[in-house]
């Protein structure tokens, strides 16, 4: 169907009706006549206030039972970490804004085992790199304890949990699966098959190529690489 001009596929199942837009990586979804969906707070907070993801898809969980400062460390030691850290020396620029989202929308099994959690009000979606730079000792001159960054806090405006969960891993998967070779391999391929199962588990009557092309939308991929 086209709606203000733009062709969106229409996807439907028992609970609702999901408008995905070829162009956009934009997903309405709709009950009872109203708009529901991941929803994009604009914020500033505390760079303390933030921890880094032990399960974000990159690490492939091999640090999932990391502290705060374990994975720091462990993070730090990347190239690509050390060339982001010497560009945000010379100055800061705001142009991808953070994602996080707040511990307490965690999973609650998630909840229960990463380390340190009662010290954060939030947690990364995207840009774990840039955040591990900022807590860089060598930042301290330019990065101060109350220093506030621009971040989007994600929210869940009357989703389910588990469709919540399916919209943060597209996410996830639109900045680095498809367009940002930030990711191995390996993490690339899981995140997929993840982004996959949680797809179906929430669209049972979903035909397999509806769910691939929803991925493939997501990412800005091709069909054939999903």
């Known amino acids: 169907i086209f709606i203000c001009n733009c062709k ?5 199942n028992s609970n609702e009706i999901v408008y995905f837009s070829r162009k956009k990586a934009a997903r309405i979804h709709l009950r009872r ?11 500033e907070v505390k760079v303390d206030e933030i921890m880094i993801d032990p399960y ?5 969980e091999l640090y999932a039972n990391l502290s705060q400062e374990e994975l720091l460390t462990t993070v730090w030691k990347t190239q690509q ?3 982001l ?11 991808n804004n953070i ?3 707040r511990v307490e929308s965690l999973p609650y099994d998630k909840r229960q085992v990463i380390k340190g959690l009662d010290k954060f009000k939030y947690i990364i979606i995207e840009g774990n790199t840039r955040l591990a730079c900022l807590k860089h000792e060598r930042m301290k001159k330019i990065v101060l304890p109350n220093y506030k960054i621009p971040v989007l806090v994600a929210e869940n405006n009357g989703i389910s949990d588990k469709e919540f969960e399916n919209e943060i891993q597209l996410i996830q998967a639109m900045s680095n699966v498809m367009v940002v070779k930030e990711w191995g391999e390996t993490a690339k391929f899981r995140h997929i098959y993840k982004l996959y199962l949680g797809q179906k588990s ?17 990412t800005s991929g091709k069909e054939q690489d999903v």
């Open 99 to 101: 994602v996080v989202r």
């Open 56 to 60: 974000n898809p990159r690490f492939s």
């Open 202 to 218: 929430v669209m049972s009557n979903a035909k397999f190529r509806d769910i691939v092309k929803i991925i493939k939308d997501s």
């Open 85 to 95: 850290l010497a560009s945000m020396e010379i100055g800061l620029k705001w142009v």
């Open 81 to 83: 970490t050390k060339e």
């Open 8 to 12: 969106i596929d229409v996807i439907i």
């Open 33 to 43: 006549g109203k708009k529901m969906g991941l929803e994009f707070e604009k914020k």
